[in-house]
Nanobody
């Protein structure tokens, strides 16, 4: 069982930065045994994959639109995953969710993630 709580969202001007955090409470397994992902969703649209990180943190994956601007990382000692958002654009505006998956590799599919946080709003003004 995993409970996830995101924080760090807010209002920022285009070109600015934010750092999202996702703190996990885990029972039955260790946090480091989960692949972690960040997704985002805008009103009326599906939730989409943004970035993922494997158990140890050495492997990462990004959607093309955020490559070079966003960085995902994790601190297994703190049961926390982060998403650094740089060079933000108005089209990055969304609710950002973190999620945990028991898959062996980083997956972009929402159905592969069993646990989700409540989301944090990121708004980028032009």
């Amino acid at each position: 069982q995993v409970q996830l709580v995101e924080s760090g969202g807010g209002l920022v001007q285009a070109g600015g930065s934010l750092r999202l955090s996702c703190a996990a409470s885990v029972s039955g397994r260790t946090f480091s045994s989960y692949v972690m992902g960040w997704f985002r969703q805008t009103p009326g649209k599906e939730r989409v994959f943004v970035a993922g990180i494997n158990w140890g943190g050495a492997g990462t994956r990004y959607v093309d639109s955020v490559k070079g601007r966003f960085t995902i990382s994790r601190d297994n000692a703190k049961n926390t995953v982060y998403l650094q958002l740089n060079s933000l654009k108005p089209e990055d505006t969304a609710v950002y969710y973190c999620a945990a998956s028991s898959t062996l590799v980083i997956t972009t599919s929402t159905v592969q993630y069993a646990y989700w946080g409540q989301g944090t709003q990121v708004t980028v003004s032009s």
